[in-house]
């Protein structure tokens, strides 16, 4: 547990507790966005680099953008129209149900013997090991990973895409 | 070649066959019927003669072919074929005088429409009346008795669009119907008591030795079997040959066509309850040697027999249409037949019924020939003075009459009636009979020359008898053959030579006695006879009638006593007023019995399936519909209610996954779970 | 405590911290958002138990991961194609309006 784990383990919990809470759109966007930049970070530090520069290209690089896109195609009025919360009652409701998953995991990792110390830290794993493993044990699921991919790519084309005027029932 | 009783079928299945043919011809084919019809009753009289030769070979021999029919269970049901003189003799008295009346209805019924079903009827009745000549079994004997009731039926009513015809037809079967009931009763006790129908069958027959004394046993009610049962079988007989109370049926049975009436009602039908009489006599005298008998059963035949010979001559004395006098005079006729049987000889019946087929016969065609030529004049007081203008119609008529009468030694009939006589002399019993039989000789003679003068002599008193002329060969023919039987025929029977009686016995030889033992009562009948024709010619020849609505000499003698001969007794009206009656009263009982008890248990049923569709329906609709809806309602409300937890708030299902995580975690951790 | 105590710690309160997210906004995409960290936090459970598990030198742990990201970011984005698209028809991001869907 070095400072650099610290660090990182605050920046990312800040970081989303703001993002969360925020009122502003925007803010909560771009909030998220660092808090995926600390777990790339955390990534690092356990030794996945490739975890980590996929994280960093994936979630800083594209969804963000998605996300940002998705936020001014709806903006009604104001950019900097408040969000508001659900009403008292689902916050505290939300707030209830999460502090008790909360409970329940902080019991069930405190109350686990999980009291590992690793003789010395990993060497991590290379790309090319990677890729060998991604190309014969794991090919069945690369394949139907990238099926997927383009199946949501072009449902999510077919379903946010402007209707023709003669398309409409 | 004889003719053995294996052979013996062809002779009734000829004219079956022809009654066939005749069935499928169109209706204009009368020649084809006319002609298949007298070859094959010509076929059948060869046959019957070579039966006869047969039979004369060895007179004692009751030959017989039996077979079996089906089986009965308990055993099979056997028929069988007889062949000995007395079915000879009669079948070729049938097919003889029967071939004659065949080829006079060629003439007689030229002008009918209907010929072609005159012939097939008449075929019919001949296949049927030979095939109760040669039955063994009783049971085909009955069988043939009714087909022969039915062709009768067929033959009155024969101009079927005459409601007086139709009513006829309608009579006879009936009537007769009722004397085949104790025929039947008594058939059907024979076959329980004895188990076979046959009568010969080498030892096991009802007519012999064995069977015989069986029947002759004394039952607990005081009657010998045989005594009853004979009774019993008389009652067909009294039916089917009109003796009384069932006489009725034959005058009105003068309504069909006068061929018809001189071959059924005259010579053979009428005569088969005579030859049953005949035929089952072994059966008829078993009982004579028992004593305390309250009747014996031939008494009875007896004593039937002479009431209805005196009331049969005494009706015909009053009548008017030539039909009906030789009507009551063929009821007298067979009266004497019945009365011989009952007094012990049954061979003297047998030569009187084949001398009267003949002369009676011969009596009908020729008044056939004189209706024929008076275009269907049947009233005597309406002819006359037919002697010139048909002079073989008359001679012919003339013989028959005189044989009928008994006119002495030359015709059949004296000698017949002399044989009958005779026995009824010799009977210990009692000599009733035979005074009713003497008494009848009068009468027979007397009403035959009045009808002779009437018809024949003097002037003709109308229209249609002044325009009569000799009918054709077809017609007159017929005539001259019966009249030469009706003369030689006697002489086959005389006392000095009983050649027919010997033969009918069984004997070979023949014994005859001279004609001068028992010629008192000779002597006695010849008197009688001479008395009678005397008295008919003073009356009815001598003052000849001049007008037709001249009153009877004798009725203006009489009134009362004629009138009600007129009226034939009033037999008819007594039977119509009870036992007519009686049956409309039942079937007034029947009708009501139907339409409340019957009919209502039935409409009772229908209701009854009405209310068990009404419940079922209500069932269908309230229990199992009403069942269906409520559980269906209930399903629905169940999905209603379910549905519920749809609340479209996606944030509280995702708390409601949340916490289910929650316990279910505690849930493992809980259940200590690694 | 232990270093994969403080890492499961640490990822289970990200988790927290994105149900809650999930549960108090009403704006979709924000919902959208709780649930991308909710996924994140899962991942990075698997890197943990990766680093501290048995055998490093399979990279079980870090394929998972992998494939984990990509569906993720399918996901999110064919769920904000959905709320552009409710966007055009109801005019609206709020999460509780749309519930025509309830029973």
């Known amino acids: 547990m070095t400072i650099a784990l610290l660090l990182i383990a605050l920046v990312i919990l800040g970081a989303a507790a703001a993002a969360m809470l925020s009122r502003n759109l925007i803010h909560s966007a771009l909030l998220l966005v660092g808090a995926w930049a600390g777990i790339a970070a955390f990534y690092l530090w356990a030794g996945a680099e490739f975890v980590a520069f996929a994280q960093a290209l994936v979630y800083v690089g594209a969804v963000s953008m998605v996300v940002l896109f998705a936020v001014l195609l709806t903006r009604q009025g104001a950019t900097s129209a408040p969000v508001e919360f659900a009403s008292w009652r689902r916050a505290v409701l939300g707030l209830v149900v999460a502090g008790g998953v909360m409970g329940v995991l902080f019991g069930s990792i405190m109350g686990s013997p999980l009291d590992v110390r690793l003789p010395a830290p990993p060497t991590g794993i290379s790309v090319q090991q990677l890729g060998l493993l991604m190309m014969g044990p794991y090919a069945p699921a690369l394949l139907i990973v990238g099926v997927l991919l383009t199946v949501a790519l072009l449902g999510a084309i077919v379903i946010a895409a402007v209707d023709k005027p003669e398309d409409t029932p | 070649m004889t003719l053995s009783a294996q052979h013996l079928w062809l002779i009734p299945v000829l004219p079956l066959a022809a009654a066939g043919l005749g069935a499928l011809t169109p209706r204009g084919g009368r020649t084809l019927a006319a002609g298949a019809t007298i070859l094959t009753m010509a076929g059948s009289l060869l046959l019957s003669c070579l039966a006869l030769a047969g039979a004369l070979t060895d007179p004692s021999a009751h030959q017989v072919f039996n077979f079996a029919w089906f089986d009965l269970g308990t055993g099979p049901l056997r028929l069988g074929l007889l062949l000995d003189p007395l079915t000879a003799f009669m079948c070729v008295m ?112 009802l007519l012999e030795s064995a069977a015989l004394a069986q029947l002759a046993q004394l039952l607990p009610c005081g009657l010998a079997a045989s005594t009853a049962i004979g009774l019993l079988l008389f009652c067909g007989a009294v039916g089917k040959s009109g003796q009384f109370p069932l006489h009725v049926w034959l005058p009105d049975a003068m309504e069909g066509p006068t061929p018809v009436s001189a071959l059924i009602h005259a010579a053979t039908m009428v005569a088969a309850g005579v030859f049953l009489m005949a035929r089952v006599f072994p059966l008829m005298t078993a009982d004579q040697a028992l004593a305390g008998l309250p009747v014996h059963a031939l008494t009875v035949v007896a004593f039937i027999g002479a009431i209805t010979a005196l009331m049969g001559a005494l009706i015909a004395v009053a009548q008017n249409d030539i039909k009906r006098i030789l009507a009551f005079s063929t009821v007298s006729q067979l009266g004497y037949m019945m009365l011989a049987i009952g007094v012990g000889s049954w061979v003297a019946a047998i030569f009187h019924l084949l001398t009267h087929a003949f002369f009676k016969a011969l009596l009908f065609l020729g008044a056939g020939s004189v209706i024929h030529a008076a275009h269907h004049e049947q009233d005597i007081r309406r002819l006359g003075g037919l002697r010139g203008k048909m002079r073989t119609t008359f001679v012919t008529f003339a013989i028959g009459m005189m044989a009928l009468a008994g006119v002495p030694f030359l015709f059949s009939g004296f000698w017949s009636k002399e044989a009958i006589l005779h026995a009824a002399h010799s009977w210990e019993v009692s000599h009733l009979p035979l005074y009713a039989g003497l008494t009848a000789v009068v009468l027979t003679a007397f009403y035959m020359t009045r009808l002779v003068a009437e018809v024949f002599f003097g002037a003709p008193r109308s229209e249609a008898a002044s325009h009569a002329h000799e009918n054709g060969p077809a017609i007159t023919v017929p005539l001259v053959l019966l009249a030469v039987g009706a003369v030689l025929l006697g002489f086959l029977g005389t006392p000095a030579f009983p050649w027919l009686q010997a033969r009918l016995l069984g004997e070979t030889a023949v014994h005859g006695h001279s004609l001068l033992e028992g010629s008192g009562l000779m002597m006695l009948s010849i008197l009688l006879v001479a008395v009678g024709l005397g008295a008919g010619w003073a009356l009815y020849g001598r003052r000849l009638r001049t007008q037709a609505e001249a009153p009877d000499p004798l009725a203006v003698r009489a009134p009362g006593v004629i009138a009600a001969l007129a009226n034939r007794l009033g037999l008819d009206e007594l039977y119509a007023a009870t036992v007519g009656r009686l049956t409309f009263g039942f079937a007034d009982f029947s009708a009501l019995l139907e339409i409340f008890a019957w009919d209502g248990a039935i ?8 209310f068990t569709g009404l419940v079922s329906r209500e069932n269908d609709e309230g229990a199992l519909n009403e069942g269906f809806d409520a559980a269906s309602r209930g399903l629905r409300g169940t999905g209603l209610a379910y549905s519920k937890a749809q609340t479209g708030d996606a944030h509280g299902y995702l708390r409601s996954l949340a916490l289910g995580f929650v316990l279910l975690l505690i849930l493992v951790i809980l259940g200590g779970s690694r | 405590m232990s270093p994969l105590q403080f890492c499961l710690l640490l990822s289970s309160l990200l988790f927290c911290l994105g149900l809650l997210g999930a549960l108090a906004r009403s704006n979709t995409i924000l919902v959208l958002l709780g649930i991308e960290l909710m996924l994140n936090a899962a991942n990075l459970n698997l890197i943990a138990f990766w680093r501290y598990g048995p055998h490093p030198a399979i990279g079980t742990g870090v394929i998972f991961v992998l494939f984990t990201i990509a569906v993720a970011a399918a996901e999110a984005a064919v769920g904000l194609a959905f709320v552009i698209a409710v966007h055009r028809h109801r005019r609206s991001v709020r999460l509780q309006e749309a519930s025509q869907l309830k029973g």
């Open chain 2, 603 to 610: 409409r009772f049923l229908a209701r009854l399936g009405e």
């Open chain 2, 94 to 205: 049938v097919t003889f005088v029967g071939l004659l009346i065949f080829i006079f209805s060629t003439g007689y019924m030229k002008e009918d429409a209907n010929a072609k079903q005159f012939f097939c009827f008449l075929s019919l009745f001949a296949a049927a009346m030979l095939g109760l000549l040669v039955a063994n079994s009783l049971l085909l004997l009955f069988v043939c008795w009714e087909l022969v009731g039915l062709a009768s039926y067929l033959l009155i009513g024969f101009w079927f669009h005459k409601p007086s015809a139709a009513a006829a037809a309608k009579k006879a079967f009936i009537t007769t119907r009722i004397g085949d009931l104790g025929f039947l009763i008594g058939l059907v006790w024979l076959q329980d008591a004895q188990g076979t129908l046959l009568f010969y069958d080498n030892g096991a027959g």
